[in-house]
C-alpha cells in the first residue's frame, strides 16, 4: 500500500494514514476493521491514529475525533464528541484526549480508564499515559494524577509524595507504570510483580535516568552513561543479566 504514513492496530484490525490525509481499515470488523460508518469523515486531514484492543479514534488537522470499532472500548464516543481535540492515548479498553485548554476528556471501559470524573476538572496536562486498564496525567506543574484499575496503575497513593513535582515523563507497561523524574530518578508504581515495584535496581535508579521503555511486563531504563536498567517480570525481559555485558554505554535507544 503506497503512500502510507502512518499505522496502528487494534488486538484484530489495522488502520493506516495515508500521505493524503484518508485512512484505510481492514481486518476483524468488530475491531475496527469495517470504518464505512466515519467514512465520509475518514477521506481527508487525519494526522494522527491511537488504538484501544477493538476501536481506532483519529484527530483530524482541525483537531476533531473520529471513532469507530467496538463501543464499549471506545468506538463510540458520542457522549463525549462536543468535548473532542487535540491528543489521543489509550489503555486496552479507553481513550483519553488532551484538549488545547490542557483540560481532559476520556471514554470507553469505565473501569479501565475511560471514566477519570475522581480526578476531575485538571487543567495543564501535557502528556496521558496508560496501562492496560489505567492512566497517567502529567501536568504542567511536574505532577502526575492517575485513576483506573487500583492494580495497574490507577492507584498511586504510594508513591504519591513523589508524583507532586519534578515529573517529566511518564511511561507504561501493560500492568505498571513509571514516571523520569527532572534529576534523572525513577519512580515506579502498580503491579509489583510486572515493574510497578522496582526496589531491587533502586540504587540505579536514583539518577541519570534519560528513558523508560515498557514491555508488556517489565520495564528497561536507558541510562545518561549509556547503560541499561531492567526490572519487572523476568519473562517480558526484566532480567537481562545473561546481556549486561552488551547493555554498558551501547544503547543509543531503547524504543
Known sequence: MGGV???CGTAGAYAAIKDNGSVVTWGDILMGGNSSSVASLLTTGVVQVAATDSAFAVIKE?????????????????????FLAEVCDTTTSAFAAIKAN?????????SFGGNSASVQPMEGVVQVCGSHAACAALLANGSVV????PGVGGDSSLVASLLTEGVIQVRGNYYALAAI??????????NDECGGDSSAVAPLLTEGVVQVCGSAGAFAALKSD???????????GGDSSSVAPLLRRHCPSLC
Not at 181 to 190: E, P, Y
Not at 226 to 236: E, K, L, N
Open 181 to 190: 523524574k527532572a534529576d534523572g530518578s525513577v519512580v515506579t508504581w502498580g
Open 102 to 110: 490542557g483540560s481532559i476528556v476520556t471514554w470507553g471501559s469505565q
Open 62 to 82: 482541525n483537531g476533531s475525533v473520529v471513532t469507530w470499532g467496538d463501543g464499549r472500548y471506545g468506538g463510540d464516543s458520542s457522549a463525549v464528541s462536543t
Open 5 to 7: 504514513v502512518q499505522g
Open 226 to 236: 549509556g547503560s541499561v536498567v531492567t526490572w519487572g517480570g523476568a519473562h517480558y
Open 146 to 149: 492517575t485513576w483506573g484499575l
